[in-house]
């Protein structure tokens, strides 16, 4: 007897693949304070984050001035974005220009040989400002301001050099012209580029030439306005005046620049002839902001929510200085660091809270204050409502700084960089490293 065969064995249905969920892309233009401390406010949130930036490394730019004036080197208040972000899994970095936004599409379009598109689910825009010359832009050739390392270098460079060309010259009247400085606007970068090249001249190269004495150096701060620190209080105003005064700076407050020319400076019918001419009197929003086809201010910032959002696009954030915000008395937000840090961060996490199907959250700024340093041993500051100058603002000034550089190198070198230049009153990055300005971006 035959045994039945079994039947064949059941083959069982293929399990469908289960797709992994997408992740929703947030793009943030910018490596600055505000796009970088979004980046990281980002950290463990199921996103994924791509930071553009045209150049690689994040500045810290309120020490700019320095590398400016040869105390500090471009390496020593820089560090690679790909650095700062390496440990952070979910945030891919990216080299690239963005030249416009498209809203309607959701895409980021950039500048990589030829027209490319990054799309997005979440946006947060934290591009800086750039140099405002108040419609004379043909004067930036003779006045350069200070936003990059390019520009600090290329002041570092003119500065050093007119010392070395009044040295060179034998005409008293063009030794005297290379041998004045003037910068236009008192604001802090204005005030902290003219204590610094004060300091230069008196202290770190007293002796070092044989034909010129470097303390004769003439060094004029214009202010359009009536005052210098027009931000500040004014409580400290008269306090940085003073100790600027006592380095040896002209402060010259009512004095409206009128023409910018090769080696001359006119306030009206009164011409300044100078060597070197330096920019700190305004600045403008990025382009970028134009490309967005909503609501600008005056100076082409972008008019947005509470919450950081563009109008009509609240996947859309906009940061730092291209926002055009008032705090909660109606005064405009300060184009600073601080107020960066908190946008971006705030910014983030009205994301984090979008993608939990939470509402987002309006904007507070926290001021915790403003500083100026005037040069050595001399500062003023408010501080949350305490107002200090000399010697403490001046302390208080440096550790506030060193703690928020970016990386732990960082703070060491900088610190031993100011360390020896206290006590010794040198210059340690007192380089001319080109003979002909860098090629300036627009």
């Known amino acids: 007897m035959e045994t039945p065969a079994s039947p064949a064995a059941a083959v069982p249905a293929p399990v469908p693949a289960v797709e992994p969920k997408r992740q929703p892309h947030v793009v943030i233009v910018g490596g600055g304070f505000g796009g970088l401390y979004a980046a990281r406010a980002l950290a463990g949130q199921p996103v994924r984050v791509t930071v553009v930036d045209r150049r690689n490394h994040h500045l810290f730019q309120p020490l700019l001035y320095q590398v400016a004036t040869a105390v500090l080197s471009p390496a020593d208040i820089a560090s690679p974005i790909r650095t700062i972000l390496r440990r952070q899994e979910n945030v891919t970095v990216l080299l690239a220009e963005v030249t416009a936004v498209d809203l309607a599409a959701r895409e980021v379009i950039l500048a990589a040989g030829g027209e490319q598109r990054l799309g997005y689910d979440y946006l947060i825009l934290a591009v800086g400002t750039r140099h405002a010359y108040f419609g004379h832009d043909e004067w930036e050739r003779f006045a350069p301001g200070l936003k990059s390392l390019e520009d600090a270098l290329d002041i570092r460079r003119r500065v050093l050099l007119a010392f070395e060309e009044a040295e060179r010259t034998t005409d008293p009247t063009r030794r005297d012209a290379m041998l004045t400085f003037v910068v236009v606007g008192a604001g802090p970068t204005g005030v902290e580029l003219a204590g610094a090249i004060a300091e230069i001249a008196r202290f770190a190269m007293a002796r070092d030439f044989d034909h010129i004495d470097p303390t004769h150096a003439n060094v004029v701060l214009l202010e359009a306005g009536p005052r210098i620190l027009p931000t500040f209080s004014e409580r400290l105003a008269p306090k940085a005046d003073e100790a600027l005064r006592r380095l040896g700076v002209r402060v010259r407050t009512g004095a409206a620049v009128t023409a910018i020319e090769p ?180």
């Open 263 to 442: 080696g001359l400076v006119r306030l009206g019918e009164e011409a300044i002839a100078a060597g070197t001419v330096l920019w700190a009197a305004g600045v403008t929003a990025s382009p970028l902001g134009r490309t967005l086809g909503v609501p600008l201010d005056r100076a082409g910032r972008v008019l947005v929510e509470r919450d950081l959002s563009v109008p009509g696009h609240p996947e859309a954030f906009v940061v730092g200085d291209l926002a055009a915000m008032t705090d909660a008395k109606g005064r405009p937000l300060p184009g600073i660091a601080p107020v960066a840090i908190q946008q971006g961060q705030w910014a983030a996490g009205n994301i984090a809270r979008a993608l939990e199907g939470q509402p987002s959250r309006p904007f507070r700024y926290r001021d915790r204050g403003n500083m100026a340093t005037i040069g050595r041993n001399s500062a003023v500051a408010d501080i949350k409502g305490l107002k200090l100058w000399g010697f403490p603002a001046w302390l208080a000034w440096a550790v506030v700084h060193v703690f928020n550089l970016i990386g732990y190198r960082n703070r060491i070198v900088v610190s031993v960089q100011w360390l020896w230049s206290y006590l010794t009153l040198q210059r340690g990055a007192r380089l001319i490293t080109e003979t002909a300005p860098a090629p300036r971006r627009p």
